[in-house]
């Protein structure tokens, strides 16, 4: 029998002080690279202001887009990007993720942390709860990226009936795939189940009753809940691959945008 | 069997204890607790500890092992390296009694002032509820808790910042919503979560769900749902219009 | 001047905070009595938590031909018709309201499908009876207690150990405990005190029970001057882990066979379809066809599977294939789910047997047979209480649950004890409240007889140096395991009566070291007095048994003695010794043995 003294990990007071021996820190520095990297790369693009649109694309950065005269300044982006933003900003998985990485409140599981004072969402935080306006916001978003979707599958018909700006074909057009295509398409898959697995939703269809026996359509709402809670059990999963994925969406919209890929090399038929 | 290595917090407060060595013989199957009861019979027969039925049943045994939040019972040895020296030390979040066990007592008190259950009349002549079992099943998930305060334990707001008068715990949300969202409860709990139960100091970085032996998804079941029960009634200005402009509620 | 001690008074303490404590006080409390409640753990987290299957209660939502008299008959017959008749009249009258009361306080039972309580079926139940959430209905159980506890304002003393119950004038008056947190010792002045702590199954090396399980209320009754009876009957459940070493004993539900569950020896063969006693023939399934269609769910056209015998008759059959050579590699019988059920099902209806079996064992029984074996699980005798309102033969002092005897006679059926619990629960607290009524104050205890029971518990640190309370504890174990065990014989208890005096002697020269605060050592030191006690008796009415019915197993008696049916081994004090003597218990009124007889 020997013995070692107090250590400061045991009382875990400062930063990092724990007896954990595993990596904690791997998931929140992780965090951080994969966070901070989208937002430089989003407030870039939107502050680019160009190569936004190419062909029948337009980017989900962009999108809706809106014909109204901006000052020079102002990127069309500004008018919507807030919309995703904030509903990303304000949702339960990423609040968790940003909380414990850029926050360290805390940054991990029984780990010790600088801050002494600590109000979580009850004072400067309040806003969170507006998540379900997001959560309307970004239905429409939806349907608006449906519309997208749709548009990116019309082609010009020839050279001269080119599109001119966003969705807007000088002539007439005809249906068409392109590898964009696809991309908008499994990006709108990948939002929708996103945002099916919101909480705010899953609150909203159902999880605000509690004897759906005995509730005007409460079966039904009951089954629609739980088709939610099956998105809901991976958001974080819906969440980190449709950010990734609308990034990359914008990304190759660039691209052909810039002319870095040819029209004629996207469009499969 | 093998000669293992522990490192055991002993003494009475955290700033005065320290960690003292331990070697225990080691066999197949062996779990945390094992080797805890090994060494009170062998070595250190004051060495105080929590436990009950060691089967994962009772929540008696938490302890952080490894500066994880653990029920003793249920931690196989087997889980470490067999070079590993294993450190068991008392629950972070409460006052130390003796080496492991850990003043609990705040979380009796605050399970004293929740909003008891308050069922609307009963549906059959002999006092049953027609309840169905797809509806009875969200709340029964809640019922799984063990009380065995790990997720109390691991949160920040306990466990860092001592926040235990403005707020109940994870645990109590848990125990909160098996009422609240009980079909035959009537009750509305949603002031006392705000006002007494400190609702929105949780910051749903869900550690409570991580460590919860029964697996309970408290953070995406229990606590966001009762935030958005608190939202409808708080924070939503729509539905507060609604309510004007209808003069319900 | 002796040692201080903190001083309560109450009108009704109870001590034991499982499902009958809690059931016992909120009774008390809701009488208008000021009661507290005094338990040796925190609270919530007494046996009744382990309680897997589910509260037997003729509800009769799945089968409207159940009522009390199936219930009634089938507990008299699984306890081998040695229970006490109006005991187990009134538990299967009463049990459907208790129930359902807790769902009026907040309790969520599995439903059927028309949205009533759904029952399940268990081992010597007629129909499907048990009320039940998944496998944890205990734990459902004493929360849905606790809760409706806290919330009437009964005050509870968490983490007490009682010592002594002082008797003043021929009644009970109160308590003497220590807190565990700092040694401190308290007294309680109470115009009436219930029992409620459970059994003794800490006195064998392989038991389901925890550390608590020390006997304590059987002890303290003995000392106050109560009468014990059936104390040589103790459960031996069937199916208990035995591997690893480590969780050997922790128990599996009888769920698991309720649901369809097989036992099978190292050949493969279903070795319960040739066991069944020649009192149940007839009435289980005698083919696998069979046994398969009943757990199909037909339980109107076919028998129920051998394997949901009463749990006495399994235990020994799994002892003699072991006995035969066809026992499983650590010893037990394969217990299979895997092959009956789909994993869905088990994961659904077994949660807690998936995880225990995958974090303890690292055995999936989705896919894997179990090995299981007997295991020390509950006792049927205690303290005699008169069984409309659970006084003991001590006036003032009253015993419910586990620590009272006579409603499961020789052997417990499963999911009795729930249903036990709250039935008797109840009685006892009102029995209490009422008694307290009569009585303008409680009793003053003499200060001299705290001082006593204080000295007696202190003296384990004025030993300089002796034996350690484990080893000793350890000791009475590995003897009552191998002498007083599952099956028994003369030669055996008479070993295991001169050990237990032996042991007593070592006891006395127990020391501790460190001090009063949070103190296992002494703890168990403390606990060791009850132990032996409890050990004594049980080894003695075993010995005077020379029969073998439900429970008790002897080896040199192997058959049932009909004469011994209805006769009771009473055991109380005589000085600082046990005193036993057979009595007759009285026969069963006509009524009742044309149920027994007819069926219901």
């Known amino acids: 029998m020997a013995t070692s003294h107090c250590c400061k990990d045991i009382i875990e007071r400062s930063f990092g002080a724990t007896l954990r021996r595993d990596n904690w820190w791997v998931e929140p520095l992780t965090m951080v690279v994969v966070l901070l990297g989208f937002v ?155 945002v099916s697995g919101c909480h705010a939703f899953r609150h909203l269809v159902g999880g605000c009753i509690d004897a759906p026996s005995r509730v005007f359509l409460g079966r039904l709402r009951h089954r629609i809940w739980r088709g939610v809670n099956v998105f809901n059990e991976h958001h974080n999963m819906w969440g980190w691959i449709s950010l990734a994925w609308v990034g990359f969406t914008d990304f190759y919209i660039r691209m052909v945008a810039s002319g870095t890929i040819s029209l004629e090399f996207d469009r499969l038929f | 069997m093998a000669l293992r290595k522990f490192r055991i917090f002993r003494g009475d407060s955290r700033e005065t204890g320290e960690l003292v060595e331990f070697e225990v013989e080691c066999g197949e199957g062996m779990v945390v607790l094992d080797a805890v009861h090994r060494i009170q019979a062998e070595q250190a027969p004051d060495l105080a500890c929590r436990w009950n039925c060691k089967a994962g049943k009772c929540g008696s045994c938490g302890a952080d092992v490894n500066g994880k939040p653990k029920l003793m019972c249920m931690t196989r040895l087997s889980d470490y390296p067999e070079d590993e020296v294993i450190t068991i030390t008392p629950m972070r979040a409460f006052p130390v009694i003796r080496d492991l066990a850990t003043d609990v007592s705040i979380n009796y008190e605050n399970n004293r002032r929740l909003p008891h259950f308050q069922p609307r009349p009963a549906d059959f002549e002999d006092g049953e509820f027609r309840m169905y079992q797809w509806e009875v099943e969200r709340p029964q998930e809640f019922r799984k808790c063990i009380e065995c305060f790990l ?8 466990r860092t910042h001592d926040k235990h008068q403005e707020f109940i715990g994870p645990a109590f949300f848990v125990r909160t919503a098996v009422y609240e969202m009980h079909p035959a409860d009537v009750g509305d709990r949603r002031e006392h979560l705000k006002e007494h139960g400190g609702i929105g100091l949780c910051n749903i970085t869900k550690c409570c769900t991580e460590v919860c032996p029964e697996k309970i998804k408290i953070t995406d079941n229990a606590i966001i749902p009762l935030k958005e029960r608190v939202a409808d009634k708080y924070y939503d200005p729509l539905r507060w219009l609604l309510r004007k402009l209808t003069g319900r509620g | 001047m002796g040692i201080d001690c903190q001083r309560h008074e109450f009108d009704v303490i109870v001590i034991g905070a499982g499902g009958a404590g809690l059931r016992a006080a909120i009774e008390a409390s809701a ?39 199936v219930h009634f008959r089938d507990t008299m017959r699984g306890g081998k018709m040695h229970g006490n008749w109006r005991m187990a009249q009134i538990h299967a009258q009463e049990a459907p309201d208790r129930i359902r009361e807790l769902e009026q306080w907040g309790a969520l039972f599995d439903r059927t499908h028309i949205g009533r309580i759904h029952q399940r079926p268990f081992g010597g139940h007629t129909y499907d009876r048990l009320a039940h959430v998944g496998d944890r209905t205990g734990l459902e159980m004493i929360r849905v207690l606790q809760d409706k506890g806290v919330h009437m304002g009964i005050e509870v003393f968490m983490e007490a150990t009682v010592i002594d119950i002082p008797v003043v004038d021929g009644r009970a008056a109160g308590a003497i405990a220590y807190w565990r947190e700092t040694g401190r010792f308290l007294l309680f002045s109470a115009k009436a005190v219930v029992l409620a702590t459970g059994g003794i199954g800490k006195a064998w090396q392989i038991t389901s029970n925890s550390w608590e399980y020390t006997g304590d209320g059987h002890a303290l009754a003995l000392r106050a001057g109560a009468e014990l009876i059936d104390m040589e009957f103790v459960q031996f459940h069937p199916t208990g882990m035995i591997w690893p070493p480590s969780v050997k004993g922790i128990l599996v539900t009888e769920g698991v066979r309720g649901e369809g569950g097989i036992l099978k020896n190292s050949e493969g063969e279903r070795f319960m379809f040739r066991c069944v006693p020649e009192m149940f023939k007839g009435e289980y399934a005698e083919t696998e066809e069979e046994a398969d269609a009943w757990v199909a769910g037909d339980h109107v056209n076919y028998r129920r599977p051998p394997e949901l015998l009463t749990r006495d008759v399994v235990a020994k059959a799994i002892m003699r294939e072991n006995e035969e050579g066809r026992g499983s590699e650590h010893g037990g019988a394969y217990l299979d789910i895997a092959s009956k059920r789909s994993a869905e099902d088990i994961r659904r209806k077994l949660p807690s047997m998936h995880h225990q079996f995958m974090e303890l064992a690292g055995v999936d029984i989705t896919r894997e047979p179990m090995e299981v074996g007997p295991t020390t699980h509950y006792v049927m005798g205690g303290i005699k209480v008169d069984p409309e309102t659970e006084e003991t033969t001590c006036p003032g002092l009253f015993a419910a649950g586990e620590v009272a005897a006579g409603l499961h006679g020789a052997n417990r059926l499963g999911g009795n004890s729930l249903s036990d619990l709250i039935v008797f629960g109840r009685r006892a607290g009102l029995g209490a409240a009422e008694s307290a009524k009569a009585l303008a104050k409680a009793p003053a ?89 409890i050990a004594e008796m049980c080894a003695r009415a075993a010995l005077m048994r020379t029969e073998s019915r439900g429970g008790h197993t002897r080896l040199d008696h192997p058959d049932s003695d009909p004469a011994q049916e209805r006769i009771e081994n009473v055991i109380t004090r005589d000085g600082d010794a046990m005193r036993l003597e057979s009595r007759k218990q009285p026969d069963l009124p006509e009524d009742l043995a044309k149920i027994i007889r007819e069926g219901a």
């Not at chain 1, 304000?90 to 004072?117: D, L, M």
């Not at chain 3, 208890?493 to 949070?518: F, H, K, M, T, W």
């Open chain 2, 151 to 158: 997720c109390q334990n691991v949160c920040h707001v306990l």
């Open chain 1, 40 to 194: 430089i790369y989003s407030v870039w693009r939107a502050f680019e202001h160009a190569n936004y649109w190419g062909g029948p694309y337009l980017s989900p950065f962009y999108s809706p887009h809106f014909s109204v005269d901006l000052p020079r300044w102002c990127s069309p982006a500004f008018l919507i990007i807030w919309v995703p933003a904030g509903f990303r900003f304000t949702c339960y998985y990423f609040r968790k993720a940003y909380y414990r990485s850029f926050a360290s409140q805390p940054i991990a599981c029984g780990v010790g942390k600088p801050w002494k004072s600590y109000s979580g969402e009850s004072k400067l935080l309040l806003f969170q709860n507006l998540h379900r306006f997001f959560l309307y916001l970004a239905i429409a978003f939806i349907v608006v990226h449906i519309y997208d979707l749709v548009k990116a599958t019309r082609w010009p018909v020839s050279a001269a009936a080119a599109y001119t700006s966003p969705h807007h074909a000088a002539g007439p057009t005809e249906f068409g795939i392109g590898i964009g295509t696809i991309v908008i398409l499994i990006d709108v898959i990948l939002l929708t189940g996103y």
């Open chain 3, 445 to 533: 205890i003499p200060e001299e007889r705290v001082q006593v029971a204080i000295a007696e518990a202190l003296r384990p640190f004025d030993n300089p140096s002796g034996e350690n309370a484990f080893e000793v504890q350890a000791a009475l174990q590995a003897l009552m395991q191998s002498k007083c065990s599952i099956v028994r014989d003369q030669a055996g208890l008479e070993e295991a009566i001169s050990g237990i005096a032996a042991l007593r002697e070592r006891a006395r020269r127990v020391s501790v070291q460190g001090n009063r605060e949070y103190n296992p050592g002494w703890n168990t030191a403390v606990d060791l007095r009850s132990q032996l006690d």
């Open chain 3, 31 to 69: 009488q208008g009595a000021k009661t507290a409640l005094i338990c040796k753990s925190l609270l919530g987290k007494a046996h009744t938590v382990m309680a897997e299957g589910g509260a037997a209660a003729a509800l009769g939502n799945m089968r409207a031909e159940d009522n009390w008299r």
